[in-house]
Protein backbone atom coordinates (compact mmCIF):
# COMPACT_ATOMS: atom_id res chain seq x y z
CA UNK A 1 0.00 0.00 0.00
CA UNK A 2 1.10 3.47 -0.61
CA UNK A 3 -0.28 7.01 0.43
CA UNK A 4 0.34 9.16 -2.88
CA UNK A 5 2.94 11.10 -1.65
CA UNK A 6 5.74 11.25 -4.02
CA UNK A 7 9.15 10.83 -2.37
CA UNK A 8 11.34 11.54 -5.33
CA UNK A 9 11.40 11.88 -8.96
CA UNK A 10 13.06 9.13 -11.18
CA UNK A 11 14.08 8.96 -14.76
CA UNK A 12 13.20 6.21 -17.31
CA UNK A 13 16.59 4.85 -17.57
CA UNK A 14 15.97 1.57 -20.27
CA UNK A 15 13.06 -0.32 -21.92
CA UNK A 16 13.30 -3.37 -22.75
CA UNK A 17 10.87 -5.34 -24.64
CA UNK A 18 10.40 -9.58 -23.23
CA UNK A 19 8.37 -10.58 -25.43
CA UNK A 20 4.78 -9.28 -24.74
CA UNK A 21 5.69 -7.83 -21.43
CA UNK A 22 8.93 -5.31 -20.66
CA UNK A 23 11.61 -4.55 -18.16
CA UNK A 24 12.02 -1.33 -17.12
CA UNK A 25 15.06 0.41 -15.15
CA UNK A 26 14.51 3.85 -13.15
CA UNK A 27 17.19 5.89 -11.82
CA UNK A 28 15.75 6.87 -8.51
CA UNK A 29 17.04 9.98 -7.96
CA UNK A 30 17.03 11.01 -4.55
CA UNK A 31 15.15 7.98 -3.35
CA UNK A 32 16.77 6.30 -0.48
CA UNK A 33 16.87 2.72 -1.51
CA UNK A 34 18.95 1.84 1.95
CA UNK A 35 15.95 -0.33 3.13
CA UNK A 36 14.75 -1.53 -0.15
CA UNK A 37 14.93 -5.24 -0.89
CA UNK A 38 14.31 -7.48 -3.79
CA UNK A 39 10.98 -8.16 -4.08
CA UNK A 40 10.17 -4.89 -2.49
CA UNK A 41 7.27 -2.49 -4.48
CA UNK A 42 7.47 0.89 -5.67
CA UNK A 43 4.93 2.98 -6.95
CA UNK A 44 5.99 4.72 -10.13
CA UNK A 45 4.11 6.91 -11.83
CA UNK A 46 1.01 5.30 -9.56
CA UNK A 47 1.83 1.87 -10.60
CA UNK A 48 2.77 -0.92 -8.19
CA UNK A 49 6.06 -2.35 -9.64
CA UNK A 50 8.66 -5.48 -8.00
CA UNK A 51 11.70 -4.81 -7.55
CA UNK A 52 13.56 -7.90 -9.25
CA UNK A 53 17.14 -5.98 -9.60
CA UNK A 54 18.71 -2.73 -7.98
CA UNK A 55 21.91 -0.82 -7.15
CA UNK A 56 22.37 2.18 -4.97
CA UNK A 57 20.36 4.16 -7.73
CA UNK A 58 18.67 2.09 -9.99
CA UNK A 59 16.24 -0.63 -9.77
CA UNK A 60 15.03 -2.69 -12.43
CA UNK A 61 11.12 -3.69 -12.73
CA UNK A 62 8.68 -6.28 -14.90
CA UNK A 63 5.70 -4.22 -16.54
CA UNK A 64 3.27 -7.00 -17.99
CA UNK A 65 0.91 -7.26 -20.98
CA UNK A 66 -1.93 -6.21 -18.35
CA UNK A 67 -0.22 -3.45 -16.83
CA UNK A 68 0.67 -2.18 -20.61
CA UNK A 69 -2.72 -1.95 -21.55
CA UNK A 70 -4.02 -0.73 -18.29
CA UNK A 71 -1.25 2.15 -18.02
CA UNK A 72 0.13 5.25 -19.37
CA UNK A 73 3.33 3.03 -19.94
CA UNK A 74 2.59 2.12 -23.15
CA UNK A 75 3.62 5.47 -24.31
CA UNK A 76 6.60 6.11 -21.84
CA UNK A 77 9.98 6.85 -23.32
CA UNK A 78 13.23 6.40 -22.20
CA UNK A 79 14.19 9.68 -20.56
CA UNK A 80 10.56 10.09 -19.52
CA UNK A 81 10.16 11.28 -15.89
CA UNK A 82 8.43 9.59 -12.94
CA UNK A 83 6.88 9.86 -9.79
CA UNK A 84 8.33 7.22 -6.91
CA UNK A 85 7.06 6.16 -3.67
CA UNK A 86 7.94 3.58 -1.84
CA UNK A 87 5.63 1.14 0.11
CA UNK A 88 4.19 2.39 3.19
CA UNK A 89 5.32 1.09 6.49
CA UNK A 90 3.29 0.71 9.16
CA UNK A 91 5.26 3.87 11.16
CA UNK A 92 4.89 6.43 8.13
CA UNK A 93 3.26 9.29 8.91
CA UNK A 94 -0.13 9.07 6.67
CA UNK A 95 0.13 12.39 4.66
CA UNK A 96 -2.40 11.49 1.63
CA UNK A 97 -5.12 8.67 1.42
CA UNK A 98 -4.65 4.94 1.26
CA UNK A 99 -3.52 4.13 -2.60
CA UNK A 100 -2.94 0.54 -3.87
CA UNK A 101 -1.14 0.75 -6.55
CA UNK A 102 -3.80 -0.34 -9.70
CA UNK A 103 -4.71 1.81 -11.74
CA UNK A 104 -8.01 2.14 -12.50
CA UNK A 105 -8.04 3.87 -16.33
CA UNK A 106 -6.30 6.15 -18.14
CA UNK A 107 -6.90 10.06 -17.90
CA UNK A 108 -6.19 12.69 -20.25
CA UNK A 109 -4.98 16.32 -19.22
CA UNK A 110 -7.69 18.75 -21.63
CA UNK A 111 -6.82 22.02 -20.07
CA UNK A 112 -4.18 23.60 -18.21
CA UNK A 113 -3.90 27.44 -16.77
CA UNK A 114 -2.04 29.10 -14.54
CA UNK A 115 -3.97 30.76 -11.57
CA UNK A 116 -1.49 32.70 -9.36
CA UNK A 117 1.18 30.87 -8.27
CA UNK A 118 -0.92 27.93 -8.79
CA UNK A 119 -1.58 25.76 -11.60
CA UNK A 120 -4.83 24.22 -12.99
CA UNK A 121 -5.71 21.71 -14.60
CA UNK A 122 -8.92 19.67 -16.29
CA UNK A 123 -8.42 15.72 -16.79
CA UNK A 124 -10.99 13.90 -18.53
CA UNK A 125 -11.33 10.15 -17.04
CA UNK A 126 -13.30 7.43 -18.73
CA UNK A 127 -17.41 7.30 -18.02
CA UNK A 128 -16.93 4.37 -15.64
CA UNK A 129 -14.59 5.65 -13.53
CA UNK A 130 -17.02 9.15 -12.77
CA UNK A 131 -18.81 8.05 -10.17
CA UNK A 132 -16.71 7.10 -8.27
CA UNK A 133 -14.88 10.81 -8.49
CA UNK A 134 -16.43 13.13 -6.07
CA UNK A 135 -15.95 16.90 -5.55
CA UNK A 136 -13.05 17.65 -2.63
CA UNK A 137 -12.69 13.91 -2.97
CA UNK A 138 -8.91 12.17 -3.45
CA UNK A 139 -8.04 10.58 -6.09
CA UNK A 140 -4.47 10.06 -7.61
CA UNK A 141 -3.32 10.65 -10.52
CA UNK A 142 0.42 9.43 -11.88
CA UNK A 143 0.78 8.18 -8.15
CA UNK A 144 0.00 11.70 -6.65
CA UNK A 145 -2.65 12.20 -4.16
CA UNK A 146 -4.53 15.12 -4.84
CA UNK A 147 -7.86 16.72 -4.44
CA UNK A 148 -10.74 16.93 -6.90
CA UNK A 149 -12.24 20.71 -6.75
CA UNK A 150 -14.53 20.78 -9.38
CA UNK A 151 -16.64 18.43 -11.56
CA UNK A 152 -17.43 18.50 -15.37
CA UNK A 153 -19.35 15.98 -16.91
CA UNK A 154 -16.52 12.88 -17.07
CA UNK A 155 -13.69 15.58 -16.35
CA UNK A 156 -12.66 16.73 -13.02
CA UNK A 157 -10.56 20.38 -11.62
CA UNK A 158 -7.06 19.99 -9.71
CA UNK A 159 -5.60 23.06 -8.28
CA UNK A 160 -1.77 22.36 -7.89
CA UNK A 161 -0.15 24.19 -5.68
CA UNK A 162 4.14 25.29 -5.99
CA UNK A 163 5.14 22.52 -3.66
CA UNK A 164 3.57 19.77 -5.52
CA UNK A 165 4.79 21.24 -8.74
CA UNK A 166 8.11 21.69 -7.71
CA UNK A 167 7.94 18.04 -6.00
CA UNK A 168 6.68 15.70 -8.92
CA UNK A 169 6.48 15.48 -12.53
CA UNK A 170 2.86 17.33 -12.70
CA UNK A 171 4.66 21.01 -13.36
CA UNK A 172 5.00 19.15 -17.18
CA UNK A 173 1.58 18.11 -17.88
CA UNK A 174 0.20 19.72 -20.58
CA UNK A 175 -2.43 18.99 -23.19
CA UNK A 176 -3.22 15.78 -24.75
CA UNK A 177 -1.07 13.81 -21.83
CA UNK A 178 -2.32 10.67 -20.63
CA UNK A 179 -1.85 10.36 -16.61
CA UNK A 180 -2.59 7.18 -14.66
CA UNK A 181 -5.62 7.30 -12.93
CA UNK A 182 -6.52 5.71 -9.25
CA UNK A 183 -9.65 6.35 -7.61
CA UNK A 184 -10.48 6.50 -4.03
CA UNK A 185 -10.43 2.78 -2.97
CA UNK A 186 -13.15 3.83 0.10
CA UNK A 187 -15.60 4.42 -2.91
CA UNK A 188 -15.41 1.54 -4.26
CA UNK A 189 -16.13 0.01 -1.24
CA UNK A 190 -18.72 2.18 -0.43
CA UNK A 191 -20.58 0.90 -3.83
CA UNK A 192 -19.72 -2.78 -2.57
CA UNK A 193 -21.42 -2.28 0.51
CA UNK A 194 -24.39 -0.09 -1.37
CA UNK A 195 -25.17 -2.94 -4.36
CA UNK A 196 -24.63 -6.00 -1.61
CA UNK A 197 -26.98 -4.18 0.39
CA UNK A 198 -29.44 -4.15 -1.97
CA UNK A 199 -28.99 -7.76 -3.11
CA UNK A 200 -29.05 -8.83 0.31
CA UNK A 201 -32.22 -6.70 1.24
CA UNK A 202 -34.58 -9.84 1.02
CA UNK A 203 -32.30 -12.19 1.96
CA UNK A 204 -33.57 -13.42 6.06
CA UNK A 205 -31.24 -12.09 8.40
CA UNK A 206 -29.76 -9.47 6.27
CA UNK A 207 -29.31 -6.30 8.14
CA UNK A 208 -27.48 -4.32 5.76
CA UNK A 209 -29.71 -1.83 3.57
CA UNK A 210 -29.26 1.45 2.47
CA UNK A 211 -30.78 3.51 5.52
CA UNK A 212 -28.50 1.15 7.88
CA UNK A 213 -25.70 2.47 5.71
CA UNK A 214 -26.78 6.49 5.64
CA UNK A 215 -27.53 5.83 9.72
CA UNK A 216 -23.65 4.43 10.26
CA UNK A 217 -22.17 7.42 7.81
CA UNK A 218 -21.35 5.34 5.16
CA UNK A 219 -23.93 7.39 2.33
Known amino acids: ?23 IQVDVGSLDMTDVRLGDSIATNGVCLTVVHMTEKTYT ?19 DQVNLEKAMLPTTRFGGHIVSGHVDGIGEIVERAQVGRAIEFWIAL ?15 VDGISL ?28 VGRKVNLEVDVMARY ?8 KADQNEPGSSITFEFLQQNGFA
Not at 190 to 197: H, N, P, Q
Request: no cysteine.
Open 1 to 23: MFTGIVESTGTLMAITPKGEDVS
Open 61 to 79: ADLSLETLNKSSFAQARVG
Open 126 to 140: PEELARYVAEKGSIT
Open 147 to 174: TVNALRKNTFKLTIIPHTSSETTIHSFQ
Open 190 to 197: LERLLSAG
